[in-house]
């Protein structure tokens, strides 16, 4: 029954629309392969450190440096890459970002030494930190409001299959060939693949809508309308709205929009990024080498932490099915915290095998509980004009934390401080986020995308 008592804008009518599989579905899947790259990539971070550190004979500063460069190429690819898709389209964005990717892994792999190796890495790091902002933006413009509090905390479980496979493949490819290259150009002939699948998807009708292409939009909008079985209807669609400049300036731009749109808000989606991803990267980073100098074996190393990303599927799990009954705040206000003090009780019985292993299990659980909440969360505090760039921005802070954070963490906090009180700074930041999010930040449960 149709409860308007106008006609409905097009925005309404996709927001409304059955989910189906073979529709919505099929864009979570293929939207949800990119991201499941950018997993495996971040993971391998932590792989490539203690086999470069010994192949170039690199001190933890230097070897830091690794995952340093990739992530900060990340931070800049998560706002480039989210202005350029409220500029020219998620479409084109979508199937860019893993192009880019694989032609600097390739070239990463053929490194004559470390400096020109961080070089490739920032690029390709620069490539797929495109991947969360305009994935999240795209595959959240598509779901139906009922179903999208699920289907963006499902698109997480991407990145536990993401970050388990790269540490099981990476572990069955030292012990057999023992070449840290082939760690990294397993990943390109999948990656391209994607790509490839990925000029197929249509783009987003709210885009379209936003940017005044009554008529693509209308298309698109039907085509869904036809593909789910709907009910046709008449729809509204507004005329074109003010665009974002794909340039330096443009880029600015929205990021002044994003912080004169709510200041309190952007100050809780930067903090819950910069904090809750900081513990998971330091974790992912420096646990290999955390654990072959606990006496593990290398590959023993990679299979734990494999292991510690895999539990994280059933975090995501429990959060897909919490996420719409609970809330978004209440599940990052409990997990956020929980996940650094598992990380902290990780650094006191590292010296313990099987303990160290238990609460490293703990703690992949609970922080990938956290994660895909908080980048639905994120995804929902702003109107379609910002999201993608919103999205990015904050994630952009995120990677710039996560990559300075490992680095400082290596050279100072480590050396001066032990694991447990460095693991317990991190862990102290994450509980500020929380408190400002309390106070602050909005519930987005059931809210409509604007």
Known sequence: MNTYTTVPSGEQVVQELPWRWKVQGRIFLIGG??????????????????LLSKHWSLNPGDAAWIGTANLIGMAVGAFVWGTIADTI????????????????????????????????????????????????????????????????????????????????VSAGLIAAFADWRLTMLVMVLPALLVFWIRRSVPESPLFLIRNGRREEAAKV??????????????????????????????AWEQLVRIWRFDWKITTA???????????????????????????????????????????????????????????????????????????????????IPSAAVFWLLVFGFVVQVAIPVLYTYVSELYPTELRGSGFGWASTFSRLGAGFGPLIFASVLWPQLGLATSFTLAGGLVLLAVLWMAFFSPETKQHALD
């Not at 600097?104 to 490539?127: E, K, N, Q, Y």
């Not at 909008?221 to 300036?249: C, F, H, K, W």
């Not at 023993?300 to 599927?313: C, I, P, S």
């Open 33 to 50: 392969l990119g991201f499941m790259f950018d997993a495996w990539d971040v993971t391998l971070n932590g792989i490539l450190i203690p």
């Open 269 to 351: 989606a930067w903090a819950l990024f910069l904090t809750i991803l900081l513990v998971y990267y330091l974790s992912l980073t420096w646990m290999p080498r955390i654990l072959i100098g606990a006496g593990f074996e290398e590959y023993k190393a990679f299979l734990t932490t494999a292991g510690m990303a895999a539990v994280g599927l059933l975090g995501v799990v429990v959060a897909a099915v919490l996420v719409e009954r609970v809330g978004r705040k209440w599940i990052l206000a409990i997990t956020g915290p929980l996940s650094a003090l598992a990380l902290v009780i990780v650094a006191f019985v590292v010296d």
């Open 221 to 250: 909008i039907d085509d869904l309308v036809t593909a789910t079985g709907a009910e046709s209807r008449a729809y509204s669609l507004p005329g074109p709205q003010e665009v974002p400049r794909l340039s330096a300036g443009g």
């Open 89 to 168: 389209g998620r479409k084109r964005a979508f199937t860019a970002t893993l192009l880019i990717f694989s032609i600097f892994t390739v070239l990463g792999a053929f490194s004559p030494d470390i400096v020109w190796f961080c070089i490739f890495r920032f690029m390709a790091g620069f490539g797929l930190g495109g991947c969360i902002p305009v994935d999240y933006a795209l595959v959240g413009e598509f779901t139906p409001r009922r179903q999208r509090g699920r289907v963006l905390t499902a698109m997480d479980g991407w990145w536990p299959v993401g970050a388990a496979l790269c540490g099981f």
